[in-house]
Nanobody
Framework: QVQLVESGGGLVQAGGSLSVSCAASGSFFSIDVMGWYRRAPGKERELVAIITSRGIANYADSLKGRFTISRDGAKNTVSLQMNSLKPEDTAVYYC????????WGQGTQVTVSS
């Protein structure tokens, strides 16, 4: 079992920066993949970025260059640095982990005002 707890998020003006973090706990030695998805109002949940235990990251094409994912294997944390935020980045951001199956955090709200 893996439990995921997000922190960070909040309200920021367009063009600003924000970060979200997620801490994993539970009975595991290492987690294969961790990352972030988001769900904007009225839309389906979509991939933001994921990173493997070896540090290989994949991003949604539309977010490359603005968002950076990082991971601390020793602390079992994953973070997402978001720069040059746009109103369309407004969404609930969900922490994700893959360890034999998918796990999800509760989500944290990110709101970008214009």
């Amino acid at each position: 079992q893996v439990q995921l707890v997000e922190s960070g998020g909040g309200l920021v003006q367009a063009g600003g920066s924000l970060s979200v973090s997620c801490a994993a706990s539970g009975s595991f030695f290492s987690i294969d993949v961790m990352g972030w998805y988001r769900r904007a109002p009225g839309k389906e949940r979509e991939l933001v970025a994921i990173i493997t235990s070896r540090g290989i990251a994949n991003y949604a094409d539309s977010l490359k260059g603005r968002f950076t994912i990082s991971r601390d294997g020793a602390k079992n944390t994953v973070s997402l640095q978001m720069n040059s935020l746009k109103p369309e980045d407004t969404a609930v951001y969900y922490c994700y982990a893959q360890h034999y199956r998918d796990y999800w955090g509760q989500g944290t709200q990110v709101t970008v005002s214009s």
